[in-house]
């Protein structure tokens, strides 16, 4: 019996340019189809970081160069919308040509551009973190800190650069439709980047400038269609505590008592291995019998079979 499976793609997916995407994408879409041919109903949610920080660098270096001819800024969220766009133009396309290349039947391949709603009262908000957009020096920081209102922070000698918060995700804003394809067995793209950040206003769904986390992303949307496992791909192929170090242990299963006390203890990098271990975490608590496995793109569908990668369950 296949599983329903959430799979979400690290950067290492995607590459870091659009020459790099092209090719990158052929390779991820035979490690999806693997899991397809399988027997196994896939989902896939993928980010968008060096893709999302190039294009608000152009349309940034755009207003620079053209500010008194009109142009203006554009909103992260649209920047976030473009991302999740042509990122789903190269993928679907890739998964298509995997699929019909092998016979393996889908009804269609389309990426669904996504609104992910947060909490306007969200404490993230209040701590914006994440770096993004270009380095400016002191001078053009405290031009934009003013005029745009932006949270501007020197950045390792390197010069100053905008950060914007990484609120959790609540809702997403388009789970009825990517059920109803899901249902007609349609190989959906979602939730691209984290989804493109919004909050509520009544009825009206308001782009907000911050960055979804995509693995959180990929979590909620795993409970949201009942999941059976969780998919998380990254640049190492298991798990491990000691990084680094002369005593590192790579681990292939973990409860989620034990994932939590490593957490605890430091063990996962904020930046890289703790929310992917937070998010499995979640996911494997939140329904008796669902799993998250944290492998390497290539290793997926070995993973799934208990051959390699780190499982953590309940």
Known sequence: MGKKIVIALGGNALGNNLEEQVVAVKTTSKAIVD?????????VVH???????????????NYDLHKNDGASYIPLANCGAMSQAYIGFDLQNALREECLNRGVKVNGVATVLTQVVVDKAD??????TKPVGQFMTKEKADEMAKSKNW???EDSGRGYRRVVPSPLPKEIAEIDAIKTMLANK???????????PVTKEGNK???CAAVIDKDSAAELLAENIDADFLIILTAVEKVAINFGKPNQENLSKLSVAEAKKHAADGQFAPGSMLPKVNA???FAESKNGRSCLITLLEKAKDGIEGKTGTIISN
Do not use: D, R, S, Y
Not at 35 to 43: D, F, K, R, S, T
Not at 123 to 128: C, H, S, W, Y
């Open 35 to 43: 899991l397809i041919e399988a027997g196994n109903e896939v989902i």
């Open 47 to 61: 980010g968008n970081g060096p893709q999302v920080g190039m294009i608000n660098n152009v349309f940034n270096e």
């Open 123 to 128: 404490p993230a908000f209040q701590k914006p």
């Open 151 to 153: 949270t501007i922070v």
């Open 186 to 196: 349609t190989l959906v793209i979602c939730c691209g980047g984290g989804g493109i």
């Open 205 to 207: 769904l308001i782009g």
């Open 280 to 282: 499995a975490i979640k």
